[in-house]
């Protein structure tokens, strides 16, 4: 079994900064693309950012210059380092493992594909 655990959320008055973290949990053997989404009330989900198991990234333009995603892959744990934060960064934000191979004791080796936290919410006030 393997699960994800977002924490890091909560209120902050714009301007501030949170930092979203992300830890897999689990006989983790490798991670590969790390992806934080978000989904504010009423819309659809937002792709916030990704970095790659080479360390590349990509974020969403409306987060440029203000997200930093990260890695520790001996920690297993992704970040999100969100300044300068806006009220319409107001949502839910999940995390999402595109592959994850881990080891289940009667099965062996597995692949957990697309695979999401339970969330973290992000209130910005004005």
């Known amino acids: 079994q393997v699960q994800l655990v977002e924490s890091g959320g909560g209120l902050v008055q714009a301007g501030g900064s949170l930092r979203l973290s992300c830890v897999a949990s689990g006989s983790i053997l490798n991670i590969g693309t790390w992806v934080w989404y978000r989904q504010a009330l009423g819309k659809t989900r937002e792709l916030v950012a990704t970095?790659?198991?080479?360390?590349?990234?990509k974020y969403a333009d409306s987060v440029k210059g203000r997200f930093t995603i990260s890695r520790d892959n001996d920690k297993k744990t992704a970040y999100l380092q969100m300044n300068s934060l806006k009220p319409e960064d107001t949502a839910v934000y999940y995390c999402n493992a595109d592959r994850m191979l881990f080891t289940d004791p009667t099965m062996g080796v597995r692949e957990a594909v697309d695979y999401y936290g339970q969330g973290t919410q992000v209130t910005v006030s004005s």
């Open positions: 970095i790659t198991s080479g360390g590349d990234t």
